[in-house]
């Protein structure tokens, strides 16, 4: 009996999280030739990781408490940490949550998504092995048990990216993610061996009480190193193109764990190395370079979202330019700013998962995701069509949406930071921010119009709506994602403002594992108003009962006459008007929907089209620039 | 008791003031003040200032076709949500001292909540099928980006004067920019807000849509662009939609910037707040309309980003160095 309550103790869920997704992967991978036995691991394992999450958090989140986990004994020699850590503050069980329920998801999405491809078997494998791997990168308390979990996690989302290697450009996309992947990966192992090499550990919290310390020429590159290391893995700019490669390649499921988890894995290392292990937040130029290229990142992904005429690629670099926001918010270091950014976070993983989902149900229906052979979608798949609006919606943020309430707060953040600092740069970052999300509006109005509306091309009169399965799917995410968007209260409450409070505490993570946490820098998080105000439920209320009192007046009105006129067959009126064209010519693709914009950007998007050559070795290139500059700043401000 | 004569209140404020019946008949008003002036203006006699309404009833009376290609529930759906949006954006900005719904909503809300008729302007088009709507839905989303940046700049200017006057730093509540005018006089009168005016005052005529910014509907090229394929009651609500969306600007406009004339009468002042709209369409509207020729849509993108744009960021300058 006292066994069994040691076993079902808290502390040991972190560890159980984790090995529940390996252990299912194993196993599918020995015994999953049977389709039955297959889907029964497949969703136990992620069930099982949902719930232990779910569990921590009455002692994580609302006790405050900070698991520190040894696995086996911990060993001390010499004062330096020995052995495999976890360690789980309220930040870790955030990301930890999020990917737990993206994965829960989008497993269940995959049973019929996947159902008509061969090799199920390594599917699940692989899916339940890069799921295991963001879990663990995300709870490990310690610097090379993250790099191992990368690069799990890089591996299996580089096999699943070729996984329809049928497809056109799968295998390439898949090529490209290894090659950057790897070298990202490698960045980290280099930054990982170098601070080993200066402080004898690689306990994070150990490292977090010695490194600020112990600041010189080596530890400044392994920064640098370390930081392009997990951007790669966030795709941030400039590692962007990979993204839309990749997500134009993967199945749906994996895109979703790819934009909505793995990218977060890459903010959560960025957020570990700059407010724990440096503590180097409260300079003004590691925001600088935070904000910087989080700014690029969502205006420069949002405009080359708005020239992609394939849904998914399109989806892939909209991913990108709100993990920038994600960015911007997290480096403006603030508690406002981190709790604003961490909401885009879930808000991100939830919306972006749904507009996947239904891409892949787009695609799983019609066999395409090109904007220019689809149209007129909404009377084929009209649930499709609605979780689709609600998802598009949410990222375009436009209220009562998940999507306006963080972006809410990401321009009061911004704008705030702006007033308090008097640096005129962060109003600039806020009308970006602005600008960023009626590019966004526009690209999405761009999706409907040519996905769901507009004309039904005769190939695909015989579409059908998706199986029951991907539509419930689809169902938790939308349903999350109003819930997020109508109660932003308990959001921050219960999940941003502690994993940002915890952010701001790098004494007590120091001393959650036995350390001496005394001269950790604590930046002051300070506290903040709100500037304005935003109140969805009664603004949703008055919306409803306003719809009521309209509606009202148009049935009583003649607007009743619709619903009883049945359209007759073969009568010109009902027909549209073509102005004497004929049907087939007069089809308007996604393509060049807005001319008027671009036509006066041509200079920028022409640069841009040079630049993104799709060619690995410009990609590579690239990184490897990064890394320059990014080392050169770092040795010149840390 | 309270409780339903407190229910009643907001529900009147939903339905008569300043709600759905003081939009519909100051909307429709601004909207024959704004054909009659440009009709004088061009030496025409023009219609009588009652003609939107004989519009907006003769209308309702005629049949209403929805396309058999079209997607009949968002296509009857859409003017309807527009309509009920803005009636709601209505509710949340000050007549001078008078909030109907205070603390639900500020600026940046207000800047989100404008895109909501757009979007379903767009969708309802998009529903119908036709080729013209997908011109014209084109044209309408680079109008609205055109739109919005100098918009925002406009906004935070003005966010950032009150904000510092009142020593919070920022500010983004519409009550408190009505409380501090109340206090301190029109935001007009201070040099720095004056380019953020003149700015605003040319973003409402691409806001509405109306000439020389209406490439979305050019009648005479696109067929009306998304309204194409709108008959009857439908076309009737988008129109009249149209004529509430002029009244929300240019109250904006005067809350914004022309606050702190009130009388604290409550009747008084909606008749001066519908004096002040009628006055800021004349200049924005019916002026421009008159005199102009309409722009191409790559035209408006340029004018908005640069012409207009501007002037609201000289002010947002000035404003942030306190002047």
């Given at each position: 009996m006292n066994l069994l309550g040691n076993v079902l103790s808290y502390q040991h869920f972190p560890i159980y999280a984790i090995m529940v997704l390996f252990m299912g992967s194993f196993l599918i991978a020995a015994f999953g030739e049977n389709r039955r036995v297959r889907n029964i691991l497949a969703l136990l394992s992620i069930t099982a990781s949902l719930i232990f999450s779910l569990l921590l958090i009455n002692p994580v989140i609302l006790r405050g408490e900070i698991i520190g986990y040894w696995m086996g004994a911990r060993s001390i020699a010499g004062g330096y940490a020995i052995g495999i850590a976890l360690e789980v503050d309220a930040l870790s069980l955030f990301f930890a949550l999020l990917a737990a329920c993206a994965i829960f998801v989008s497993g269940v999405y995959s049973i019929q998504y996947m159902s008509r491809d061969d090799n199920e078997k390594e599917y699940y494998t692989l899916y339940l092995l890069l799921c295991g791997g963001v879990m663990g990168m995300v709870l490990s308390g310690d610097l090379f048990n993250m790099f191992i979990m990368v690069e799990i996690l890089t591996f299996a989302a580089v096999a699943l990216t070729a996984f329809r290697n049928t497809a056109r450009g799968a295998v390439e996309a898949a090529f490209k993610y290894l090659?950057?992947?790897?070298?990202?990966?490698?960045?980290?192992?280099?930054?990982?061996?170098?601070?080993?090499?200066?402080?004898?550990?690689?306990?994070?919290?150990?490292?977090?009480?010695?490194?600020?310390?112990?600041?010189?020429?080596?530890?400044?590159?392994?920064?640098?190193?370390?930081?392009?290391?997990?951007?790669?893995?966030?795709?941030?700019?400039?590692?962007?193109?990979?993204?839309?490669?990749?997500?134009?390649?993967?199945?749906?499921?994996?895109?979703?764990?790819?934009?909505?988890?793995?990218?977060?894995?890459?903010?959560?290392?960025?957020?570990?190395?700059?407010?724990?292990?440096?503590?180097?937040?409260?300079?003004?130029?590691?925001?600088?370079?935070?904000?910087?290229?989080?700014?690029?990142?969502?205006?420069?992904?949002?405009?080359?979202?708005?020239?992609?005429?394939?849904?998914?690629?399109?989806?892939?670099?909209?991913?990108?330019?709100?993990?920038?926001?994600?960015?911007?918010?997290?480096?403006?270091?603030?508690?406002?700013?981190?709790?604003?950014?961490?909401?885009?976070?879930?808000?991100?993983?939830?919306?972006?998962?749904?507009?996947?989902?239904?891409?892949?149900?787009?695609?799983?229906?019609?066999?395409?995701?090109?904007?220019?052979?689809?149209?007129?979608?909404?009377?084929?798949?009209?649930?499709?069509?609605?979780?689709?609006?609600?998802?598009?919606?949410?990222?375009?943020?436009?209220?009562?949406?998940?999507?306006?309430?963080?972006?809410?707060?990401?321009?009061?953040?911004?704008?705030?930071?702006?007033?308090?600092?008097?640096?005129?740069?962060?109003?600039?970052?806020?009308?970006?921010?602005?600008?960023?999300?009626?590019?966004?509006?526009?690209?999405?109005?761009?999706?409907?119009?040519?996905?769901?509306?507009?004309?039904?091309?005769?190939?695909?009169?015989?579409?059908k709506e998706v199986s029951w399965g991907m539509r419930f799917a689809m169902g938790i995410f939308a349903l999350l994602c109003i819930v997020t968007g109508l109660f932003p209260n308990l959001v921050t409450t219960y999940l941003t403002e502690p994993a940002a409070a915890a952010a701001f505490s790098v004494q007590r993570y120091i001393e959650a594992m036995g350390f001496d946490g005394s001269a950790a820098v604590e930046i002051l998080a300070g506290s903040f108003r709100y500037a304005g105000v935003w109140e969805p439920v009664s603004w949703l209320l008055v919306l409803c009962i306003a719809l009521l009192a309209v509606t009202i007046a148009a049935l009583a009105g003649r607007y009743d006459n619709v619903s009883l006129c049945r359209t007759a067959a073969g009568d010109s009126k009902y027909q549209l008007f073509y102005g004497g064209e004929e049907q087939s010519f007069s089809q308007l693709g996604g393509d060049d929907m807005f001319w008027g914009f671009k036509h006066n950007w041509r200079g920028y998007f022409s640069f841009m089209h040079r630049l993104h050559s799709g060619i690995v070795n410009d990609y590579a290139l690239w990184a490897v620039a990064d890394l320059a500059l990014v080392m050169l700043f770092s040795l010149i401000v840390l | 008791m309270t409780v339903i004569l407190e229910a009643l209140r907001y529900l009147g404020y939903v339905l008569v003031f300043p709600g759905f019946l003081f939009c519909f008949l100051a909307g429709m008003l601004l909207c024959g003040i704004d054909r009659k002036l440009v009709a004088k203006m061009q030496k025409r006699v023009g219609p009588p200032i009652l003609q939107p309404f004989y519009d907006f009833f003769k209308l309702c009376g005629k049949e209403t076709i929805v396309p058999a290609?079209?997607?009949?529930?968002?296509?009857?759906?859409?003017?309807?949500?527009?309509?009920?949006?803005?009636?709601?954006?209505?509710?949340?900005?000050?007549?001078?001292?008078?909030?109907?719904?205070?603390?639900?909503?500020?600026?940046?809300?207000?800047?989100?909540?404008?895109?909501?008729?757009?979007?379903?302007?767009?969708?309802?088009?998009?529903?119908?099928?036709?080729?013209?709507?997908?011109?014209?839905?084109?044209?309408?989303?680079?109008?609205?980006?055109?739109?919005?940046?100098?918009?925002?700049?406009?906004?935070?200017?003005?966010?950032?004067?009150?904000?510092?006057?009142?020593?919070?730093?920022?500010?983004?509540?519409?009550?408190?920019?009505?409380?501090y005018q109340e206090i301190n006089g029109s935001l007009i009168t201070r040099i720095s807000m004056l380019p953020a005016a003149a700015a605003m005052l040319l973003v409402i005529p691409g806001e509405t849509g109306s000439h020389p910014f209406d490439t979305a509907e050019a009648e005479t090229e696109i067929c009306e662009g998304l309204l194409a394929e709108y008959s009857g009651a439908a076309l009737g609500v988008f129109k009249l939609s149209h004529a509430v969306k002029m009244l929300t600007l240019s109250s904006l406009f005067a809350a914004l910037f022309l606050g702190g004339l009130g009388t604290g009468i409550l009747v008084l002042d909606a008749l001066l707040l519908f004096l002040l709209c009628a006055g800021i369409t004349a200049v924005s509207i019916s002026l421009v309309h008159a005199v102009t020729a309409r722009l191409k849509i790559e035209q408006i993108f340029k004018f908005y980003w640069t012409v207009v744009s501007l002037p609201a960021l000289l002010s947002l300058v000035l404003a942030w160095y306190g002047l």
């Open positions: 090659v950057v992947g790897c070298m990202g990966s490698t960045f980290i192992l280099v930054g990982t061996a170098m601070l080993y090499a200066q402080t004898h550990t690689l306990n994070l919290a150990q490292l977090a009480q010695l490194v600020p310390g112990n600041m010189n020429t080596a530890t400044k590159a392994a920064f640098a190193l370390l930081f392009v290391g997990f951007g790669t893995k966030a795709f941030i700019v400039p590692f962007h193109p990979l993204a839309a490669d990749a997500h134009g390649a993967a199945p749906a499921s994996v895109s979703v764990i790819i934009s909505g988890v793995l990218t977060k894995s890459g903010i959560y290392g960025i957020i570990r190395i700059t407010y724990f292990l440096f503590q180097s937040m409260g300079l003004g130029t590691m925001q600088f370079l935070l904000v910087f290229i989080g700014s690029v990142s969502m205006f420069v992904c949002v405009t080359m979202a708005l020239a992609q005429h394939d849904f998914k690629r399109l989806l892939a670099f909209h991913s990108i330019s709100q993990i920038g926001y994600v960015l911007t918010a997290v480096g403006l270091c603030t508690a406002l700013g981190l709790s604003a950014g961490l909401y885009h976070a879930i808000n991100h993983t939830l919306f972006k998962g749904l507009l996947f989902l239904a891409a892949g149900a787009v695609l799983h229906e019609t066999g395409t995701t090109d904007l220019n052979k689809l149209g007129g979608l909404a009377r084929k798949m009209p649930h499709t069509t609605v979780l689709f609006l609600i998802g598009a919606l949410s990222i375009s943020g436009v209220p009562p949406f998940n999507g306006f309430a963080s972006k809410w707060l990401i321009y009061q953040a911004t704008y705030q930071k702006a007033v308090e600092s008097g640096n005129i740069g962060f109003l600039l970052v806020t009308v970006i921010a602005l600008i960023t999300s009626v590019l966004t509006l526009a690209s999405f109005v761009k999706v409907s119009h040519s996905v769901f509306f507009g004309q039904l091309p005769p190939e695909l009169e015989k579409v | 290609a079209a997607e009949r529930i968002s296509f009857m759906l859409a003017p309807l949500l527009g309509l009920a949006a803005l009636v709601v954006i209505q509710l949340f900005i000050p007549v001078f001292s008078f909030t109907a719904f205070y603390g639900m909503a500020d600026i940046i809300v207000i800047l989100y909540l404008l895109l909501i008729p757009a979007i379903s302007i767009i969708m309802g088009g998009a529903a119908s099928g036709s080729p013209y709507a997908g011109v014209g839905l084109s044209r309408e989303m680079v109008t609205i980006i055109s739109c919005e940046l100098p918009l925002v700049l406009v906004l935070l200017a003005v966010a950032k004067t009150v904000g510092s006057a009142m020593g919070t730093g920022l500010c983004f509540s519409l009550s408190d920019i009505a409380e």
